[in-house]
């Protein structure tokens, strides 16, 4: 696939169809999303509505197909999306991304035909997805998985627990892995897709969090699960390659996310620099809060184009997993200098919860943790310049 960067109407390179959902999803944020931000941060409510707006809006399967039931947009107009939603409410950008990136995504691109058909369109459409990859004792080490899966007729047995799973208890198709033969580390694990109402699954408790409150997380817990075996997604003992893919793909939409957050804490620090008088006269003509306002729009921009940089490459068919490990690695760094930044500028107020600077900074923390820590993300770029 050739594709042409247009600069003429767009600075970023923006195609007409991707400015219209860009400009869509910004409209929704700002209208629907912004105003419940705060209570939702603060009750740790996940907003099932906004969910319901979403899905009515077509954006719960935005870079699917449309014979799926999907908005049959590319997968950089669904980081943009990501990108809206972050920069007013990071937490319903994320369960946004963790059931596009890491659940649609997944059964679209190594599912079997029958599997699509059987889940795609109800994820596009009117249900939330899980992806349940994280364990108690497999977290950066991902091929560490002991949750095992044992073939017993037309049916696998799932056993073991994962963690900190985004939208659990909100989710009613999941999927995740478990080792199906022991003793051949990530070439023995497999990947599933299963329903809420399986025998043997439940959903357990869940920690209270730092930020990211208004996005839903908790365990899921296998005793005896039975999963029938044309639940198993791709072949048995390629689930690790599945899920590694499928990371890659998400690191993009949290690279967005943290460009989100970023621009949004940047968008607060100079509406409230332009308002606040100090010295007799706005604080945006300080120096001081000139050269912290610089500083995150010039952040801003790297990170952006970092971000549509790996969408691009995986629009074109190329390799795009260091570029996906930098823009996230970078972007979440951005986002937490941009809301460090943006509660300085703030002052007293910033650090109260009059204020959204202070959630912008604990949801932001996320980006360095999930799908991948920073440090996994410098794993992965020093593998790839060193091979
Ligand atoms: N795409 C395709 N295949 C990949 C891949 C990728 N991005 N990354 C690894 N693989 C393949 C390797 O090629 C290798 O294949 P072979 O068995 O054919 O040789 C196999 O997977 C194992 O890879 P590797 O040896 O690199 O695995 P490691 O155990 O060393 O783990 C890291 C690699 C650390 C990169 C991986 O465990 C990881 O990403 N961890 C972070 C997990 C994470 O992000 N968790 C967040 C929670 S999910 S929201």
């Known amino acids: 696939m050739t594709l042409t960067i247009d600069v ?17 999803v910004r409209e929704f944020a700002v209208g629907k999303v912004e105003p419940r931000a705060a209570e939702i941060d603060r009750n740790c409510r996940f907003p099932v509505e906004t969910f319901k707006e979403m899905a009515e809006l077509g954006l719960m399967g935005l870079p699917v197909s449309e014979e799926y039931g999907g908005g049959g947009t590319d997968y950089l107009s669904y980081a943009i999306a990501v990108e809206e939603l972050a920069r007013v409410c990071a937490s319903t950008a994320l369960s946004f991304a ?13 599912g079997n035909e029958a599997q699509k058909k059987k889940y795609l369109p109800d994820l596009c459409t009117n249900r939330l997805g899980a992806y349940g990859l994280t364990e108690p004792n497999a977290g950066s080490d991902a091929g560490g998985t002991e949750t095992t899966a044992v073939k017993q007729g037309d049916k696998y047995i799932l056993n073991g627990t994962k963690i900190f799973i985004t939208n659990a208890n909100y989710a009613e198709t999941f999927i995740a892995t478990a080792v199906t033969e022991k ?10 897709i299963f329903e809420k109402n399986i025998p043997g699954f439940s959903l357990g408790g869940k920690d209270e969090k730092l930020g990211m409150r208004g996005s839903d997380w908790g365990t899921l817990q296998f005793d005896n699960a039975e999963i029938p075996v044309e639940n198993r997604i791709g072949e048995e003992g390629k689930g690790f390659k599945y899920f590694m893919q499928t990371l890659d793909n998400g690191r993009i ?7 989100g957050i970023a621009q949004g804490a940047l968008d607060k620090a100079l509406q ?11 604080i945006a003509e300080f120096q001081a809060i000139q050269f912290m306002l610089a500083d995150m729009a010039m952040e801003i921009e790297a990170a952006r184009l970092l971000v549509y940089n790996a969408a691009r490459l995986k629009l074109a068919g190329q ?9 996230k690695l970078y972007a979440s760094e951005v986002a937490m200098r941009a809301a460090n930044h943006a509660i300085q500028i703030h002052g007293g107020y ?23 820590t920073s440090e996994i993300q410098r794993t992965v770029i020093a593998r790839n310049i060193l091979s």
């Not at 003429?8 to 869509?24: F, N, V």
């Not at 990530?186 to 599933?192: D, K, N, P, V, W």
């Not at 939409?253 to 460009?259: K, P, R």
């Open 350 to 372: 910033g650090y109260t919860k009059d204020f959204p600077v202070e959630r912008y900074l604990r949801d932001a923390k996320l980006c360095e943790i999930g799908e991948g």
């Open 272 to 282: 409230y620099a332009k308002e606040r008088r100090q010295f007799g006269k706005a």
């Open 183 to 192: 003793g051949i580390g990530t070439r023995g694990i497999s990947a599933f």
């Open 8 to 24: 003429s109407q767009d600075k970023w390179g923006l195609t007409e169809e991707q400015r219209m959902i860009r400009d869509m």
């Open 319 to 327: 390799p795009f997993s260091k570029e996906a490990a930098m823009a």
């Open 253 to 259: 939409s949290i690279g967005a996310l943290g460009v």
């Open 98 to 110: 963790a059931h596009t990136s890491l659940v649609v995504m997944p059964i679209f691109l190594f």
